[in-house]
C-alpha cells in the first residue's frame, strides 16, 4: 500500500508498485490529459510534475509519467494536466492558445505541465530557461515558433519579480489555490511512509530500481510482476560531499543534482552546461549516476566523464563493502565486474589539481535529447607546459565505455603542439573498435572520434595550436 | 476569437482515439507480424498464443467473411498475409486479449516460420527487375532534344532524398463495436473516414450503410493516417464483428514506426541545360520513387512530384518521367507535400550544380527562371494571379539579402572552424487533388431551436485548425456569436461519401460546402423574418451580430426569437449542401489538363551555421514571405507555415529513416529518428503574409496552406551545403538528403583515407 495526492486527491493504492504512474494516471484513475506518446521518455507527452517534501518544503520537478514506477511517489505529490487547470485558462494556458501553440493538441498537456512546472521550480524567471524547460517535449505540429512565443509571454507576467513564490503563482492563477495546502497535506502522508528502505545490498530476488529511466525503456512490461527495490529516496545513496580531498557522489544521486551542485560547479565551471546534452530535464531530473554506469552502456555520459576523472566505485552489500577502478568495472558488452548482491553506494574521483583542465565533447544527430554517436572526455594536467596527468574516455566507438590507455600513455610527459594532438588522435582511433548502427557509421564514429580528440585541445588550448594544420 | 479547439487542448480536454470512454467488455489487440522483408509462411501455429492468460482470440486472413483486400488506387493490399509476406511488417494476424499486456504475450507466442525469397529495398532495382507498381509516366514540355543544343551549358547528377516518418504524436488506433442489425461502428483516427467505411465493408462482406465511422480528431496526420488508419480500424471492425465484443487497437510507437509507410525516398537523374544569362532553356528528369510493397497512393503521389518538376520556375522544355518501383518495404504513403517536395528538391538541386559549374550564386539562376503570369506548366495550365516574382523580390528586399550575404562572407572569412550559409527557397505548390472527381466535399448543417449551431463536414481535425475555419465561417456567415457554433465530428452517417482531409484542400472544399449550406439556411430564415416583421422583402433582411436588421435598419428581432419562429412556422433548421471545385480537369492520357484550382506561392531565406570541426549544424533563421490569399484566421495560417518549415527542415537533416540489409527499419523509435525538437528548430522564424492578394477561388478570398510551407525547409540543405563549400571550397558536391552530421563529417573530412582504412 502506498499513499500519495494525485492533483487534489489523495490516493491510498495497492495496485502493483512496478506499473508505470502513467498507466495509473491513465487506465486507473481515468484522466486522460496525459498522453501516451511513445514510452521511452523521449516525447514528453506523459509529462509530470512529481512535489516531495524537503525541509518541510514542496519541491517539484517534472518526470516521465511513462518512466516512473509507481511505487517511486510514496509520499509525494503528482500534478498531472488535470491538476493545473482552473475555470480559467491560466496565463500559460493562454498564451499557448494566443500565440498559435498549439494545433493538433496531442503534445499539448505536457508543455502545458513542463512550462507551469518552469514557473514552480524557478525562483528568478528568465524566458531562455522557460523555453528550455520544455527540452523533453517533441511537437510535430508547430515547429515549437509558438510555443517559445508562449513561453516568453507567461514569463514576462513576472518581470522586475526577483522572487516568485507558489502563492504568487496562485495569486496569478498559474495554479489552482489547493497547492498552498499541499505541504501540509505531505507532511501527514510521509509518516505512512515505509521507512525501513535502504542502501545496504540489494535484497535477494529483488530488483534494483533508481531513476528507472533506462530500466523501463528496456522491460516495463515485465517489471510490473517483478519485486522491485526502489533507491531514489534513500538518503544515504544521495548527495555531493568532499571527503580526504575527493569529491564523492552517492550511487543514487540524479543528473539534475549532479547539474545544480554548488561543489562541481566551483571545480567544473562548464559541467552544468555539459550535462544540458544528457537527456532532457525530465529525464535528468530521474536518471541516476548509479544507474548510467551499470545500465554499462557504451556511450553514457556521465561514465564518460568519470571515466575521464579516473573515478572509483564504491560497492556495498550490506555485509561487505569494496572498491574498484571505474575503468576496471567493464568487462566486455554489458558485463561488469558487480555481484548480484551489490550496490553501487558511491562513486569518487579526486579533487581537480591546480593547472588541471577538463572537456567533455559529445556529438549526436540531434544536439539535444539525444544519444552520442560518440562521446569523449579528457582531464588533463600540466606543469611548466608538460602534460604530467592525462584520461582520456571514449563512448559509442567500442561494447563498452572505454578508457583510452594508450592514447594516455602516448601523451604523458609530451607537450602540447600540433603534431602531438593529431598523433593523439590517430592513437584514439586505433584504441576502438566502433560498429556501424543507427546512430552512424563505423567510419563516421572513428572520424569523428578523431575530430572530438582535436576539439579536447582546440576547447582547452586555442593559443597553442594552430588550427589550420589540424583540420 | 480564440481558438475553441486550442482551448480544449491547453487543458487536456480534447479526445483522441485512445481518450475516449469505451463501451463494457472492451478487448485490446495487438498486430502480429512479418519479421521477414519476403517469403512464404510455412507455418502459422497460434494455438500456444491461446493458451496464454486473458488471449481470447487470433483473427487472421480465415476469420474474413468478404474479401482480404484494402487497396485503395489499386487492389494489390491484403489485410492479413495469407500466403507470402511482402516486408518486414506486414501484418499477419490480430491477437485479441482482455488487456494490452495479454495481447503482446499472445503475439510473442505465436510460432511462425518463413521460406525466404528474393527481396529489393533499392528502387532502381526494383525497375530494371521489372517491379513497377504502374507503368512509368512521363509530363513534357517543349521540345528537350532540340533544347539541348541551344544551352551553352548542360549539366548532370543524381539526387537522393530520403524517406520521412510521419511522427504524428498520436499513433495509429482505432476501436470498433458491434451495433444492432448486423452493423458496426468504428471509432478511428483516420484522415479518410469514407476508405475506413468503404474498406470495412468490404472485408465484412456486408454494404457500406451498416459501417458508421466517427472521427472526432487526430493527434496529427500529415498524410500518414490517409490510407494506413484504414487497416487497423478494418482489424478492429473484423474482431469486434467476429467475437461481439468492441475491440480497441491501439499501436504501440514502435509498431507503429515498423508496420506504416513513410514519405517516399526518391532516386533521381537530372539533366539541366542553360544559357550564360542564367535562363534554363531545358531539364530533364526520372524519378525512381521507392514505393514499398503495395500500390497504396504512390502513383498519386508520384503524380504530383510530375506536377512539381518544375517548382516555381518556368522551363520551355521539360521531359519528366516517374517511376513508381516495387520494393518489399512497408508501403510508402502520403506525407505533407505529397510527392511534391521529392520533385522541388530534385529542382533546386539541379539548380545548384549549375551554379556551381557557372560559378554564379544559385539565386542568380533562380531568379532569371521564377514564374511569370501566364507562363505554361508541363502539364498545360497557365499561371494566374501569378506571385512567384514578388514574393521573391519582396523577401530579399525586407531582409536586404545582399547584406546578409555580406556578414555572412565577413563571418566566414573571421571563423575558421564555423561557417555560415544562406539559402533562397522559393516554392510553388497547385492546389486541389490532382485526382480530379476527389474535389468534392458536403456540409450539413443543423440550427436548434435554443439558437445553437452544429456543423457536420467531411473534414478531419487533426492540427491544422480546419474545425476552427469553419467554425469561423459559420459564424460569419449567420453573423452569430461563435459561442453557439458547434464543429461536430466527422461521421459516415451524417456526412457520406468523403474524399480524405488532404491535399491542403479541407477548409477550401468543406468551406464552401459550410457556406453553401448555411446560405439555404439564412434564405429561409430570411423569408421567415421578413414574415415576423411584417415586411415585404426578404432580400432587404440581414443578420448583424445576431440583430435583424431591415433595409439597413436595426428591428426588434434577433437570433434567437428568429430561430425559434422559423420553428414554429415549420420551417427546416437543417440543410445540407455540396460543394465541387469548378473548371478543374486533368486527362491523364496526354498528361494535360488544369488539374488546380489555383496556385500557392512563397520564398524563404534560410540561413545555417556549420561547425566545421565536428560537423553539426544550427539552422539559424527561415524569413518568409508567402501567399496566404486573405487569411480566413492568421494564427492557425503562421502556425502551419511555422510547423510545416520545421518538418521540412526535419527531412533535409536530422530526420534519416535506415534499414538493415535486411530491411528491418532500423529507426524504430524517436531514440534513434530524431526529428526536431524546440532547440533544434530555428530560433527564429518570420513569417510575412504577402498584402493584399485575394484569392478569387477560395473561400472568403483565402488560400490553403498546409503544405506548401514544408517545402521552404529544402533551404536548409543548401544553406548548410554552402557553409561546407566555405570550408571546403574544392568539396565534391553529394545531392543526397538528408544532410544529417554524419554526411556534413564525411564529406568535410573525405581526404582522411587512414582513418576509414583502419576499421574496415
Ligand atoms: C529519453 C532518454 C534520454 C536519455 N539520454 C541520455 C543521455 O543523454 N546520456 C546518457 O548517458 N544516458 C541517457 N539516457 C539513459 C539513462 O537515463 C541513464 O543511463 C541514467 O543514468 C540511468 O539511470 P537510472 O537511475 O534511471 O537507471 P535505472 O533505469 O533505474 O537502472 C539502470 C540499471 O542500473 C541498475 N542500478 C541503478 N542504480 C544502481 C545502483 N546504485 N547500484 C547498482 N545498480 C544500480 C538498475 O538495477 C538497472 O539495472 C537516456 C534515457 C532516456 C529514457
Ligand atoms: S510517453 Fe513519450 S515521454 Fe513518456
Ligand atoms: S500540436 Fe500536434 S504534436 Fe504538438
Known amino acids: 500500500m502506498i499513499n500519495f495526492i494525485l492533483n487534489n486527491k489523495t490516493i491510498s493504492t495497492d495496485s502493483p508498485l512496478g506499473i508505470t504512474l502513467l498507466d495509473f494516471i491513465r487506465k486507473e484513475e481515468h484522466l486522460t490529459g496525459t498522453k501516451e506518446g511513445c514510452r521511452e521518455g523521449d516525447c514528453g507527452a506523459c509529462t509530470i510534475l512529481i512535489g516531495d517534501l524537503i525541509d518541510n518544503k514542496v519541491k517539484y520537478k517534472s518526470a516521465n509519467s511513462c518512466l516512473m514506477p509507481l511505487g517511486d511517489v510514496d509520499g509525494k505529490h503528482v500534478v498531472t494536466i488535470e491538476g493545473i487547470n482552473q475555470d480559467e485558462l491560466t496565463p500559460v494556458q493562454e498564451a499557448l492558445v494566443d500565440e498559435g501553440g498549439t494545433q493538433c493538441g496531442f503534445c499539448t498537456p505536457g508543455f502545458v505541465v513542463s512550462l507551469t512546472g518552469y514557473f514552480l521550480t524557478h525562483e528568478a524567471i528568465n524566458p531562455i530557461e522557460a523555453i528550455d524547460s520544455m527540452n523533453g517535449n517533441i511537437c510535430r505540429c508547430t515547429g515549437y515558433a509558438g510555443i517559445k512565443r508562449a513561453a516568453i509571454k507567461s514569463t514576462s507576467l513576472f518581470n522586475g519579480l526577483k522572487r516568485i513564490s507558489t502563492e504568487d503563482l496562485v495569486n496569478k492563477k498559474f495554479l489552482p489555490d489547493y497547492f498552498l495546502e499541499i505541504p501540509k497535506r505531505l507532511i501527514e502522508l510521509q509518516k505512512l511512509r515505509d521507512k525501513s528502505k535502504s542502501g545496504n545490498g540489494l535484497p535477494d530476488k529483488r530488483v534494483l530500481v533508481s531513476g528507472g529511466t533506462d530500466l523501463y525503456v528496456q522491460k516495463w512490461e515485465s517489471l510490473i510482476d517483478e519485486d522491485l527495490f526502489f533507491i531514489s529516496d534513500v538518503n544515504e545513496l544521495k548527495g555531493i560531499s568532499i571527503e580526504d580531498n575527493r569529491i564523492k557522489i552517492g550511487g543514487a544521486t540524479t543528473v539534475s543534482e549532479i547539474e545544480n551542485s554548488p561543489i562541481l560547479q566551483q571545480y567544473f565551471p562548464n559541467l552544468k552546461n555539459d550535462l544540458r546534452l544528457f537527456g532532457s530535464i525530465p529525464i535528468r531530473n530521474r536518471a541516476t549516476i548509479g544507474g548510467n554506469i551499470v545500465n554499462a552502456s557504451p556511450i553514457g555520459d556521465l561514465t564518460n566523464i568519470l571515466l575521464a576523472l579516473n573515478s572509483t566505485l564504491h560497492l556495498t552489500n550490506g555485509k561487505s563493502k569494496r572498491e574498484i577502478f571505474l575503468k576496471d568495472f567493464y568487462k566486455g558488452y554489458k558485463t561488469l565486474d558487480k555481484l548480484e548482491d551489490e550496490i553501487i553506494a558511491a562513486v569518487s574521483f579526486r579533487i581537480p589539481r591546480e593547472n588541471s583542465f577538463f572537456n567533455f565533447e559529445k556529438v549526436s544527430k540531434r544536439t539535444y535529447l539525444d544519444i552520442a554517436s560518440v562521446n569523449s572526455s579528457m582531464y588533463l594536467e600540466l606543469s611548466d607546459g608538460i602534460i604530467v596527468e592525462v584520461h582520456i574516455s571514449a563512448g559509442g566507438v567500442a561494447p563498452i565505455p572505454l578508457y583510452l590507455a594508450r592514447t594516455r600513455e602516448f601523451l604523458l610527459n609530451k607537450n602540447i603542439s600540433d603534431e602531438v594532438i593529431s598523433d593523439a588522435a590517430e592513437i584514439a582511433t586505433s584504441e576502438i573498435s566502433p560498429i556501424s548502427d543507427a546512430r552512424g557509421s563505423a567510419e563516421y564514429k572513428t572520424l569523428l572520434l578523431r575530430q572530438l580528440i582535436l576539439a579536447h585541445f582546440i576547447k582547452l588550448f586555442p593559443e597553442l595550436i594552430d588550427i589550420g594544420e589540424l583540420v | ?760
Open chain 2, 1 to 760: 476569437m480564440k481558438n475553441f479547439d486550442a482551448i480544449k487542448h491547453v487543458r487536456g480536454e480534447s479526445q483522441f482515439v485512445d481518450d475516449i470512454l469505451v463501451p463494457q467488455g472492451l478487448l485490446y489487440g495487438y498486430v502480429f507480424y512479418s519479421t521477414i522483408a519476403h517469403g512464404k509462411i510455412k507455418k502459422l501455429d497460434y494455438s500456444n498464443a491461446l493458451k496464454i492468460d486473458g488471449v481470447i482470440d487470433v483473427i487472421t486472413a480465415k476469420d474474413i467473411p468478404g474479401e482480404n483486400q484494402i487497396g485503395g488506387i489499386i487492389q494489390d493490399e491484403n489485410l492479413f498475409a495469407e500466403e507470402t509476406v511482402h516486408f518486414v511488417g506486414h501484418p499477419i494476424a490480430l491477437v485479441v486479449a482482455e488487456n494490452q499486456l495479454q495481447a503482446h504475450a499472445g503475439a510473442r507466442a505465436i510460432e511462425c516460420g518463413f521460406e525466404k525469397l528474393p527481396a529489393i529495398f533499392d528502387p532502381r532495382e526494383a525497375f530494371e527487375k521489372g517491379e513497377v507498381i504502374v507503368p512509368p509516366r512521363i509530363f513534357s514540355l517543349g521540345d528537350v532534344n532540340k533544347a539541348w543544343k541551344e544551352c551553352d551549358y548542360i549539366v548532370e547528377g543524381k539526387v537522393e532524398s530520403g524517406g520521412q516518418e510521419h511522427l504524428y504524436l498520436e499513433v495509429q488506433g482505432s476501436f470498433a463495436y458491434p451495433t444492432e442489425g448486423n452493423g458496426i461502428k468504428i471509432i478511428s483516427a483516420t484522415q479518410n473516414p469514407t476508405a475506413v467505411q468503404r474498406t470495412s465493408a468490404r472485408v465484412l462482406g456486408i454494404p457500406m450503410h451498416k459501417v458508421e465511422v466517427d472521427v472526432v480528431r487526430l493527434g496529427g496526420g500529415f498524410g500518414g493516417k490517409e490510407d494506413q488508419a484504414t487497416a487497423w480500424a478494418v482489424m478492429t471492425a473484423l474482431a469486434a464483428k467476429k467475437l461481439n465484443r468492441p475491440i480497441k487497437l491501439i499501436l504501440p510507437r514502435q509498431e507503429d514506426i515498423r508496420l506504416t509507410g513513410k514519405r517516399h525516398s526518391y532516386s533521381s537523374d537530372f539533366k539541366i541545360g542553360l544559357k550564360s544569362s542564367g535562363k534554363i532553356i531545358s531539364y530533364e528528369v526520372t524519378f525512381y520513387q521507392n514505393g514499398g510493397a503495395a500500390a497504396d497512393l504512390s502513383p498519386a503521389i508520384l503524380e504530383r512530384t510530375l506536377f512539381h518538376t518544375t517548382n516555381s520556375y518556368y522551363i520551355p522544355n521539360v521531359r519528366a518521367t516517374g517511376i513508381s518501383c516495387r520494393t518489399n518495404l512497408p508501403s510508402n504513403t502520403a506525407f505533407r507535400g505529397f510527392g511534391g517536395p521529392q520533385a522541388m528538391f530534385v529542382m533546386e538541386s539541379a539548380i545548384y550544380k549549375a551554379a556551381q559549374v557557372m560559378g554564379v550564386d544559385p539565386s542568380f539562376i533562380q531568379k532569371k527562371n521564377l514564374l511569370k503570369e501566364g507562363d505554361e506548366f508541363p502539364y498545360g495550365q497557365k499561371t494566374k494571379n501569378c506571385r512567384a516574382v514578388r514574393c521573391y523580390e519582396e523577401v530579399e528586399s525586407r531582409y536586404r539579402i545582399s547584406e546578409i550575404k555580406k556578414s555572412i562572407d565577413e563571418f566566414n572569412q573571421t571563423n575558421r572552424l564555423y561557417k555560415k550559409g544562406v539559402a533562397l527557397m522559393p516554392v510553388c505548390f497547385g492546389i486541389s487533388f490532382t485526382t480530379t472527381f476527389l474535389n468534392q466535399a458536403s456540409a450539413l448543417v443543423h440550427v436548434y431551436t435554443d439558437g445553437s449551431v452544429s456543423i457536420s463536414t467531411a473534414a478531419v481535425e487533426m492540427g491544422q485548425g480546419v474545425n476552427m475555419k469553419l467554425h469561423h465561417i459559420a459564424a460569419k456567415m449567420f453573423s452569430i456569436d461563435p459561442k453557439r457554433v458547434k464543429i461536430d465530428t466527422t461521421n459516415t452517417s451524417r456526412v457520406a461519401n468523403t474524399s480524405p482531409t488532404a491535399a491542403s484542400k479541407g477548409a477550401d472544399l468543406n468551406g464552401y460546402a459550410t457556406i453553401d449550406a448555411c446560405e439555404i439556411i439564412l434564405k429561409r430564415l430570411k423569408k421567415v423574418a421578413a414574415d415576423e416583421l411584417k415586411k415585404e422583402d426578404p432580400s432587404k433582411i440581414e443578420i448583424k451580430n445576431e440583430i435583424i436588421f431591415y433595409d439597413g435598419n436595426k428591428t426588434e428581432l434577433i437570433w434567437q426569437k428568429l430561430i425559434n419562429a422559423a420553428y414554429l412556422k415549420r420551417v427546416s433548421l437543417s440543410a445540407q449542401a455540396h460543394h465541387a471545385t469548378p473548371n478543374i480537369y486533368f486527362d491523364r492520357e496526354k498528361s494535360k489538363g488544369e488539374p488546380f484550382a489555383y496556385h500557392v506561392y512563397g520564398t524563404a531565406i534560410v540561413e545555417a551555421t556549420l561547425d566545421c570541426l565536428r560537423g553539426t549544424y544550427t539552422i539559424d533563421s527561415v524569413k518568409v514571405v508567402h501567399d496566404f490569399g486573405e487569411s480566413l484566421f492568421p494564427i492557425i495560417d503562421k502556425g502551419q507555415a511555422e510547423g510545416g518549415i520545421v518538418q521540412g527542415i526535419g527531412w533535409m537533416t536530422c530526420e534519416e529513416v535506415m534499414h538493415d540489409k535486411e530491411g528491418k527499419l532500423l529507426t524504430d523509435a524517436l531514440s534513434t529518428y530524431k526529428v526536431p525538437d524546440i532547440h533544434f528548430a530555428p530560433k527564429d522564424i518570420q513569417i510575412n503574409f504577402l498584402e493584399d492578394v485575394p484569392n478569387p477561388y477560395g473561400p472568403f478570398k483565402s488560400k490553403a496552406i498546409g503544405e506548401p510551407p514544408f517545402m521552404y525547409g529544402i533551404g536548409a540543405f543548401f544553406a548548410i551545403m554552402n557553409a561546407m563549400r566555405s570550408f571546403r571550397p574544392k568539396m565534391e558536391i553529394e545531392l543526397k538528403a538528408p544532410l544529417t552530421p554524419e554526411r556534413v563529417l564525411l564529406s568535410l573530412y573525405s581526404e582522411i583515407p587512414e582513418l576509414t582504412l583502419q576499421n574496415k
